[in-house]
């Protein structure tokens, strides 16, 4: 239904379905990962999202106990983390690398507390 990849095009992936939530995330993780004020994730099961190519291309970082986020090892452009113990079924990935449009009806914002405050 969707599909996306990394910026050299060694990762490319799919979901199958249209997504469980879409949230902006002003977390100071995210912030520092994405070199952004904030970062926007489109949420699926874990059996909704699938790599078409260049899974093995991908590096992971486990930024807190038990949260994964992986990128490209190649050009660096983050693609998803997982892991949460609310959710553990749960993937997301940003939305900035989505190939296909998608137009979410609402974006959530999470970690509003750390919201950079020149934004």
Not at 100 to 115: A, F, H, Q
């Amino acid at each position: 239904m969707h599909q996306g990849g990394c910026l050299c095009g060694a990762v490319k992936y799919s979901i199958d379905c249209e997504p469980i939530v879409v949230g902006h995330c002003h977390c100071t993780m995210c912030q520092k990962q994405h070199g952004a004020a904030f970062a926007t994730y489109v949420s699926v099961e874990r059996e909704n999202f699938q790599y078409l190519n260049g899974e093995n291309n991908l590096t992971s970082y486990n930024s807190s106990s038990s949260i994964f986020r992986k990128f490209c090892s190649t050009c660096g452009s983050n693609i998803e983390w997982c892991g949460s113990p609310e959710y553990p079924n749960w993937v997301s990935i940003t939305l900035a690398t989505f190939t296909t449009e998608l137009e979410p009806s609402n974006i959530e914002n999470y970690n509003v507390e750390t919201k950079c405050k020149w934004l």
